[in-house]
């Protein structure tokens, strides 16, 4: 018996199956459902030859295969690294010009053809660059804007002190290795990117006067420190034409909850520039992981569902054609309608639910259910973080089978016995971690287990 979240009032789900149009690309979603970004963790991890990490792999695509029958509009990756150094986690798919091969080539062309395997979803990767994010078991000194270094740890690892980039690097590595890795993947089947911007990621770090404490062209005011999110959307560009119809988004935070952190005002007026600029829409988020802000943080988002709705329909009100995907907290048919209604956003995303439930959207748009199914940890993002890289772990296990669907191995963590399991691997899981961060052993993958 699958438990679901209960909801207010049952709604019909027609507008979440409107099509939405890209204004800058022309390209067409076929309906308002975004996958959102969820890092994987699960690409080749070879540590003493570079050349070999970061290949998306058979078990990756079986996933992004099963995804293109959920009924999407759009299906996002999870973060691909662009730089070979600065990634979020070991295990992270990357593309950078040091280690390109033919058969880096090959690989990025299956895994684009995943995203296509059985629907015509638009399909997205999203480029990041970890910057002063990358665990301190990958590089003791990562680049960042500033040399503000990430008090936190995540898996037992923590984060070196970071060092400021210069301005021949930000030209010559930062915004040409996003544009590199946009070129290779529009050259491998995709139909876009995001830039990461969100987060505390590089960009965002750039962003954030947290993290930038410049003086030159790329911080102190908004404008500068806004400049190179510009600069690589022209660089992209300039590559892939808007003829092309490749579309270029952007993930950023509505507000980031910390000191000296990007506030709602301050992405309204980068939101504008990204649509003056041409960006075809950008996603909307909020928090780093300084101050993770993927829960209700305050009562009035309990009943608004999305955690970021009223900063999304305060951004929203000021900009005319570029689309607003907002995320986070999706979880009824009811919270959907009621943010695009009221005009806080055009597209849903989703990230924990679909997790859970690969054809969610599906089944919404068929008028199956009205809900996603009830996680009892959704409002602990350490637990439900890790349920959701298991879950995807458990979808990539098998191949799509017309006859078992999408869902088959995926656990259920409202069955108690299940969850009682889970959690007690989940605590050994967390101590090796930290074990292995402890002794400096970069961490890949996820917790493994099966039901
Ligand atoms: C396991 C996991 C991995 C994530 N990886 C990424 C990522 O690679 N890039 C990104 O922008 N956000 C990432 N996120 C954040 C999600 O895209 C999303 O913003 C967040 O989960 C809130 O949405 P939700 O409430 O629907 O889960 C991740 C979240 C989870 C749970």
């Known amino acids: 018996m699958v438990h679901r979240v209960p909801v207010q009032e049952t709604v019909s789900p027609a507008k979440l199956a409107e099509p939405i149009t890209f204004p ?17 963790r699960v690409a080749t991890w070879i540590p003493d030859d570079r050349k070999k990490c970061g290949f998306p792999t058979t078990d990756l695509c079986n996933m ?12 996002l990756s999870g973060n691909i690294a662009v730089d070979a150094n600065h990634l979020e986690s070991a295990g992270n798919v990357i593309i950078h010009h040091s280690i390109d091969s033919p058969e880096r080539r090959e690989a990025f062309k299956c895994y684009a053809a ?51 980039l210069t301005i021949e690097e930000i030209h010559k590595t930062v915004v040409h290795d996003f544009a590199y890795a946009a070129k290779y993947v529009y050259d491998s089947g995709f139909d876009g990117v995001q830039i990461h911007s969100a987060h505390g990621y ?7 006067e947290t993290t930038n404490k410049r003086t030159d062209q790329y911080g102190g005011s908004l404008k500068n420190r806004n400049r190179l999110n510009l600069e690589i959307y022209e ?87 570029i689309i607003v995907y907002l995320t986070g907290g999706f979880r009824t048919v009811h919270g959907m309608v009621k943010a695009i209604e009221q005009g806080a956003c055009d ?51 098998t191949p799509y089978n017309t006859e078992k669907g999408v869902n088959v191995g995926i656990m259920d963590i409202n069955d108690e016995e299940t969850a009682e ?12 971690c930290f074990e292995l961060s402890q002794a400096g052993v970069p961490i890949k993958g996820v917790l493994e287990f099966q039901v």
């Open 347 to 397: 597209g849903i995303g989703l990230g924990r639910p679909i997790t859970a439930e690969i054809d969610l959207p599906a089944k919404i748009l068929s008028g199956e259910v009205q809900s996603a199914i009830l996680n009892p940890y959704d409002q602990d993002y350490n637990i439900s973080s890790n349920v959701s890289s298991t879950q995807m772990w458990q979808a990539q296990q």
């Open 235 to 321: 660089a992209i560009r300039r590559l892939i034409p808007v003829e092309t119809g490749f579309i270029v988004g952007i993930k950023m935070n509505s507000k980031e909850f910390q000191v000296d952190g990007l506030e709602c005002d301050d992405a309204v007026y980068m939101c504008k520039e990204y649509e003056r600029i041409g960006f075809d829409f950008i996603e909307l988020s909020g928090g780093t992981i300084e101050k993770v802000a993927f829960q209700h943080l305050s009562e009035s988002t309990i009943s608004r569902e999305a955690f970021f709705f009223e900063f999304s329909a305060k951004i929203k009100a000021v900009l005319t054609t």
């Open 114 to 164: 995943a995203f296509k395997a059985g629907s015509d979803n638009l399909a997205i990767a999203q480029l990041s660059n970890a910057g002063r994010q990358t665990p301190r078991a990958l590089v003791e000194h990562p680049i960042s804007a500033s040399d503000v270094q990430l008090l936190a740890m995540r898996r037992g690892c923590g984060y070196g002190k970071p060092r400021a």
């Open 24 to 40: 800058t690309s022309n390209r067409i979603a076929k309906n308002r459902f975004m996958k959102a970004a969820l890092t994987e």
């Open 202 to 208: 590089l960009l965002a770090q750039f962003v954030s």
């Open 421 to 432: 399991k889970y959690k007690a691997e989940l605590v050994k899981y967390n101590a090796k």
């Open 64 to 75: 992004y295969e099963k995804l293109t029958h959920g009924g999407f509009g759009v299906l």
